[in-house]
């Protein structure tokens, strides 16, 4: 090399701009938060086991119902999402790296600090109680200090986010190798490209509300207050705008898993193509459309809630051609049922039955009936759980190999699969039962004689069943990283896509050569060719990379301090006045929130000053590395 990495270890982490290292950043940091998640949702359903069960007050129960959805929407399933997006996009496209990696770096550093201080507030005060939406008054006018970590802890990490998305949106565009047209692109890129541009439009009116609840819990203004002209609907209208969309954002790059996944182990191209590429961004579409359909017992008017009614049933449209062109790819091919195309067929039947319970939910005279109640929260996580967490499955046990260069067990991951299947169907199945019986959402408890035992019982012993499943994951990982375990080749599955074209893990540079593209599944096209690598589109030459930077990460602390010291500032007055400390509480806040700017204000001025021109890998390095890959 003609420059040698400055760091190794923890410091060669903390300063990578290598988008396969920040991939794996976002896999574990998210992996982490699902464990967090998953252990809160374990003691809601063991609250729920029996009817008036004492194990946790309604006070905790809040907390812990709260952080479950705030986490696993917001620190679980994004970043996890966000892993495999950052790993697989540029090597799907033949690209050496994203379009941006300093920013790359600190969008993830900065959805840690947002996770980080929303976890804290176990340990201030106590955690956000206002439920995973936060609506006012109960976020301004009836919850504890908590909902100052959510507000902060959710807009430091949401800035990392948007930023992510932005760089996926370049990255696509500008990035792609020879031949590459967008329709060429795998279904994996298609779809994340839409989610990134999802995110473009929605997180910032996520941002815009987060920043009035703010003002109006730390600075006293008065958005939300009807009392002083403010408004509470006005809440509810800028969290489903982001919010709705939020659940394509998620599904949508589940939905390019799914496809990659089962046209791979049906040893056939995608059927219909064209046809899934515009459903998809017609889902994408309309999913900025429908957000009203989370307000239909608001009382905005039969004429409103006819238009988003129709708009929401809409959507069954596109998603039903996709549904079908799954079953069409593997109609006729050469399925292999391994645990990757297990969770990808089992996502299915799944899916479909969260989107037939969405379409009952569109209809607003029966939305009166199942609002709020358990046939919700059943609808919700048939979406979510059965469709997300299946695709996210379904990408581990795909890409595994590629990402980490070992191979997964094939006789554990099908225990993971069966027991998590069946785990997640006695889990939220009941559930609609319990909902169509009139069982409240939120509620901490209930009264016995109702009906609502048997199905919170099965609901309870099916979320076990999950949990089971998801440690069989945990230890087939530990299994398969030992020492002496399956080296994994470059192409394990027959791939169809560039990524299974280079080593596994790929070298830092990726590609030596960027690749000709020459059709849609360019790999599998050169293997029918007779070809055994990728026709390359250069001739071998220097290859340019990005210098390892530590600023990134300073600028997330520097948002850590100041977010955390502004949502201390309700719960530091309490600890300074026990602990007899004369000092002004707010005079702490404020210098701490100062400090924190400074930093990242310096930050910016660094790297605004400081000319990186990075450094090269010459010919006759590429020409001995033998494609050793990186370490991950």
């Known amino acids: 090399m003609s420059q040698a990495k400055k760091y190794t270890g923890v410091m060669d982490w903390l300063t990578t701009v290598d988008h396969k290292k920040i991939g794996i950043l976002y896999l574990v940091a998210g992996a982490f938060f699902f464990l967090l998640g998953g252990i809160e949702a374990m003691l809601i359903r063991f609250q729920l086991m029996f009817p008036m069960n004492d194990l946790i007050g309604g006070e905790a129960y809040n907390q812990i119902l709260t952080m479950h959805g705030t986490t696993m929407i917001f620190l679980a399933a994004m970043p996890i999402l966000f892993g495999f997006m950052n790993v697989i996009i540029p090597l799907q496209i033949g690209a050496r790296d994203v379009a941006y990696p300093f920013v790359n770096a600190l969008g993830f550093w900065l959805f840690l600090a947002g996770g980080i201080i929303l976890n804290v507030s176990w340990f201030m005060g106590g955690a956000p ?108 209208h800028i969290f489903w705008i982001f919010g709705h969309p939020e659940v394509y954002i998620l599904i949508l790059p589940a939905f ?142 795909y890409w595994w190999p590629k990402i980490f260069g070992r191979m997964l067990s094939e006789r554990l991951g099908k225990w993971t699969f069966w027991t998590f299947f069946f785990g997640f169907h006695f ?99 050169e293997k029918m060719a007779g070809n055994k690598n990728v026709t390359p589109a250069e001739p071998l030459s220097d290859i340019h990379m990005p210098s390892p930077t530590i600023v990134p990460l300073f600028m997330s602390i520097g948002l850590f301090i100041a977010g955390l010291s502004l949502a201390l500032r309700n719960w530091l007055p309490d600890v300074f006045q026990n602990a007899g400390i004369e000092a002004s509480a707010t005079t702490v806040v404020y210098v701490g929130a100062g400090v924190g700017i400074g930093i990242t204000l310096i930050c910016m001025l660094i790297r605004s000053l400081y000319d990186d021109h990075g450094y090269h890998i010459h010919v006759d390095e590429l020409e001995d590395d033998g494609d050793k890959g990186v370490k991950a």
């Open 427 to 525: 889990t939220f199945f009941p559930q609609h039962f319990l909902g169509l019986l009139g069982m409240p959402r939120r509620y901490f408890t209930y009264m016995p004689g109702q009906g609502l035992e048997l199905g919170n019982m099965i609901s309870t012993i099916g979320a076990i069943g999950m949990a089971v499943g998801s440690f069989l994951f945990i230890w087939n990982i530990i299994v398969s990283h030992r020492k002496g375990a399956e080296q994994a080749p470059a192409d394990p599955w027959d791939g169809r896509t560039l990524e299974w074209s280079i080593s596994s893990p790929p070298p830092e540079y990726n590609f030596k050569q960027s690749p000709l593209v020459r059709g849609i599944d360019t790999l599998w096209l």
């Open 129 to 236: 109680d206002a439920g995973w939406t936060a609506y006012v008054p109960l976020s301004t006018d009836f919850s504890g200090s908590g909902v100052d970590f959510y507000v902060l802890g959710l807009q430091v990490s949401g800035i990392g986010t948007l930023i992510g998305g932005i760089n996926f949106l370049v990255t696509i565009i500008n990035m792609r190798a020879p031949g590459m047209t967008f329709m060429r692109m795998p279904l994996f890129t298609w779809s994340s490209f839409i989610a990134s541009g999802l995110i473009l439009f929605a997180f910032p009116a996520l941002t815009v509300g987060l920043a009035l609840l703010m003002f109006d819990r730390v600075f006293g203004t008065a958005f939300f207050d009807p009392g002083l002209g403010g408004n509470v609907i006005l809440w509810q």
């Open 256 to 397: 390019g898993i799914i496809s990659e996944v089962i046209a791979t182990f049906s040893r056939k191209r995608l059927f219909g193509y064209t046809a899934m590429v515009f459903a998809t961004l017609l889902i994408g579409f309309l999913g900025f459309m429908v957000w009203v359909h989370h307000m239909f017992t608001v009382g905005l008017g039969p004429v409103a809630n006819a238009i988003f009614a129709v708009l929401t049933m809409a959507i069954a449209v596109p998603t039903g051609i996709k549904i079908f062109n799954w079953l069409f790819t593997m109609w006729g091919g050469q399925i292999r049922f391994n645990t990757a195309s297990l969770f990808a067929i089992g996502f299915i039947p799944t899916f479909v039955m969260g989107g037939v319970t969405g379409v009952m939910l569109s209809v607003p005279p029966a939305d009166y009936q199942y609002h709020d109640t358990y046939f919700v929260v059943a609808h919700f996580h048939y979406v979510i759980v059965g469709g997300l967490a299946f695709g996210l499955f379904a990408a581990a046990f």
